[in-house]
């Protein structure tokens, strides 16, 4: 019996197949990178569309492109000529209620964050206002802003409709916005 192994029948060994394997391990790896990093790079999932998120949009930008004198008028007397204002809303409902489009809404009602952005200084000491608010989508928007202190729940409900109240008092800003707010605030400091 032989040992020896006849080399004229073995097959050669196809090396260009296995570092094509390689290769395309290789691309998908990073396109699967690159989709978890756009992803946390834009804050995470873009929230879809919906009337709901439009309005707590248009809400937030309402409040950012207030004057110092309308943020005052509103309730928001502390802010600074030097901040620059940053806002985040949440849509507790609408008038009218059947409405499908921006455009049919004329009353928002909701809660919102406002942040003041100031040179040196840092989120944990910015002046930040929060709370539940209505607005009325007029030239020029009315905002109704609850300030709190002694006979805040009264505020509260005279702004706010009674099927929304119960989650007026106790919104809070979804986490996913609270990033976003804070890297805005972070890039207007």
């Not at 019996?1 to 998908?28: K, N």
């Not at 950012?64 to 620059?84: D, W």
């Not at 020029?140 to 009264?154: L, N, T």
């Amino acid at each position: 019996m032989s040992t020896a192994v006849d080399t004229a029948t073995q097959r050669p060994r196809r090396r260009g197949h296995t570092r094509w394997i390689a290769v395309g391990v290789v691309v998908l790896t990073a396109v699967l990178v690159a989709v978890v990093l756009r992803g946390i790079g834009s804050g995470g999932t873009a929230e879809p569309p919906t009337l709901h998120n439009q309005l707590a949009d248009q809400v937030a930008a309402i409040l950012e492109q207030s004057t110092t004198t309308e943020h005052h008028a509103h309730g928001h007397g502390e802010v600074a000529e030097a901040g620059k204002v940053v806002c985040e809303a949440e849509t507790l409902g609408f008038d009218p209620p059947g409405a499908a489009t921006l455009a049919e809404v004329k009353t928002f009602y909701g809660y919102h964050l406002c942040a003041v952005a100031e040179k040196d200084r840092p989120w944990d000491f910015a002046v930040k206002l929060s709370g539940p608010l209505s607005v009325q989508f007029a030239q020029p928007p009315v905002i109704r802003v609850a300030e709190g202190g002694e006979g805040y729940p009264e505020r509260v409900r005279q702004i706010i409709p009674a099927q929304y109240q119960e989650q007026a008092f106790k919104a809070l800003i979804d986490p996913e916005d609270m990033r976003d707010l804070r890297s805005r605030f972070e890039d207007a400091a």
